[in-house]
């Protein structure tokens, strides 16, 4: 029988290949104190080393740190090598077409994209390195620039500043999906010792021309091909007000410059967020959504009287709206935070409206809101709904467009993630944040507000009320109990919820709902009220989504019928959450 290495034993092979001096000494005071017999360390070693991060279609993301269980250049280096071995087996000429790396500006991004670099270097094949930190979308569109066999993002978008990440994006742009996920696990599976690869040094591969540094002309091209993606260039944005913060984060010389290039010269970006910050000083958590993290943004905004608030994530792969919302009496004194459903609805409804009536598509996921698929039926377009993930959006978009002869017109998912058109294959908040930015100056001219402007989609297709609830549960145990609920409901799901009848559950492990297996239920209820579970794919959470839609009666004010409808979700909401507890 063959013993298995204990934690230390694993723990001091790790250090024997380690490059990082900064994660080696940290794994040797780690040891020093298991050593010393601290329970909190043996706790920490164990989890470092018992299993590693899962590479899977959102790549990698975790923490910071030495071992298998966190991000760092050992495992960087070994999935960049099972990365080279399967472009190798699987793209003929992958050598040549090479690989586009992008890094955002968090702790280590650069030297993971370098030591990205140097593996696929060693293994032949020609590496396109980003010259500076650039957002996500920017790579996703390098890569069919470039014409490259596939793309790697150092980055880990919204996560706090002890984490980072490694995103895979194959030839067509778009992130990696079956069968090529589990392909690649398997060939980093088969790698040793990550101080056995070739690793040649950057100049070395330059001057084997292994390595082509990017320059900032790239970038120029991606920010005028967002502005091309304007609807209507020739609506006047000279007048709009916009303030704006990339949150620490790399949008800024994006989107200032692309908002500049498209007619928007009125844009005032927080100048405390404006420079990239691995640290995120000013905001608890570097995510738009997250209370608190809009605050210097909206305060900037009164102080300028801003018409429209724009904030990215640390990537710019998200974009978060806030418009002007007047108070109860009318003097109108603050600004309201748009969701994800609203800011896609809008955008959808703008462009469906205002663009050729051709043959034409939108998409989004299914745990997002109902409505896009009243917009597009309203508007005569087709629909796609697909899983959670962008990745799916993208390859519906691609399937779309090469089988049917459409046009992909925009898709979005719920968590401020947005594509307009074909030119980013993933959500792009550069290009979301200029549509948006000529958007509300159409409403402008047209005397309304972006408020105005969807109040006119709720009576036009019916007000649909959502709510995202997670119950976090770190750790094994943790993510034991979110296995079990959901196998729970799976095997007895309850027959109706705060009264209402459920019609139809839909399983999607079981490949129901025309989609790929997915760990997703949905449970379609009387009066197309809805609720969806999900694990997360990135977090310890169990994510519930919950919707209800109402109609708007002739004559009734909005305010009445959103009243309505969220105090049936309240009812929806605490039913289900009860049957969690």
Aim: hydrophobic residues 45%.
């Amino acid at each position: 029988m063959v013993q298995m290495a204990s934690h230390h034993e694993l723990a001091e092979a790790w250090l024997a290949e380690d490059p990082d001096p900064v994660t080696a000494k940290e794994l040797r005071a780690l040891l020093a104190a298991c050593d010393a017999h601290d329970p909190a360390a043996r706790k920490d070693l164990a989890e470092r080393f018992t299993g590693a991060l899962e590479f899977g279609t959102a790549g990698l993301r975790g923490l910071l740190g030495a071992g298998p269980q966190r991000m760092n250049r050992v495992l960087v280096r070994k999935v960049s090598a099972g990365l080279a071995a399967y472009l190798l087996a699987h793209v003929p000429d992958a050598r040549q077409r090479g690989v586009v790396i992008g890094h955002d500006a968090r702790h280590n991004s650069r030297m993971f994209a370098e030591d990205t670099a140097r593996v696929l270097g060693g293994a032949g094949i020609t590496s396109y390195l980003a010259h500076r930190p650039w957002p996500t979308p920017t790579t996703a569109w390098a890569v069919t620039e470039q014409g490259a066999c596939a793309g790697v993002m150092v980055t880990a978008s919204h996560n706090p500043p002890a984490y980072n990440g490694y995103k895979v994006y194959w030839g067509n742009g778009a992130q990696i999906i079956p069968p090529h996920d589990a392909g690649i696990a398997a060939a980093i599976a088969q790698i040793g010792p990550s101080d056995q690869l070739a690793m040649p040094e950057l100049d070395e591969l330059r001057g084997k021309g292994t390595l082509v540094d990017l320059t900032e002309a790239l970038h120029d091209a991606y920010l005028l091909e967002v502005v091309a993606l304007r609807a209507n260039p020739g609506v006047d944005g000279r007048g709009l007000v916009i303030a704006y913060t990339p949150l620490h984060g790399v949008g800024a010389l994006s989107v200032e410059g692309s908002l500049a290039l498209a007619g928007f010269p009125q844009v005032h970006t927080e100048p405390a967020q404006r420079a990239p910050d691995p640290d995120f000083p000013t905001v608890a958590f570097p995510n738009p959504e997250e209370k608190g993290a809009m605050d210097r943004v909206l305060a900037l905004a009164r102080t300028v009287s801003a018409e429209l608030v724009l904030a990215n994530d640390p990537d710019a792969d998200r974009l978060c709206v806030a418009v002007p919302e007047a108070s109860a009496d009318g003097t109108g004194a603050g600004y309201r935070l748009l969701t994800g459903d609203q800011a896609g609805a809008l955008l959808a409804d703008y462009l469906l409206e205002t663009g050729a009536r051709d043959r034409r598509m939108v998409a989004t996921t299914i745990v997002s809101s109902q409505l896009l698929g009243f917009l597009a039926r309203q508007a005569g377009a087709e629909y796609r709904e697909t899983l959670t993930g962008f990745k799916w959006i993208a390859n519906a978009a691609i399937d779309y467009e090469q089988a049917h002869g459409g046009r992909f017109v925009m898709g979005y998912e719920e968590a401020l993630g947005y594509s307009v058109g074909s030119l980013v294959r993933d959500k792009d908040g550069v290009s979301a944040a200029v549509v948006f930015a000529e958007l509300a100056a159409w409403d402008r001219a047209r005397g309304k507000s972006v408020l105005d402007h969807l109040d006119d989609i709720y009576r036009k297709v019916g007000l649909f009320v959502t709510e995202q609830v997670s119950l976090t549960r770190p750790g094994a145990e943790g993510l034991a109990q979110i296995r079990e609920a959901m196998a729970r409901f799976r095997a007895a799901p309850p027959r109706a919820l705060a009264g209402h009848a459920i019609e139809q559950v839909v399983d999607l492990s079981r490949g129901e709902g025309g989609l790929p297996p997915s760990d997703v239920l949905v449970f379609k209820l009387a009066g197309g009220r809805r609720v969806i579970m999900r694990p997360s794919g990135t977090e310890p959470k169990l994510k519930s989504y919950y919707e209800v839609r109402v109609e708007v009666a002739a004559g009734e004010a909005i305010p009445e019928a959103r009243a309505r409808g969220l105090a049936e979700l309240a009812s929806l909401r605490d039913a289900h959450q009860q049957l969690l507890a």
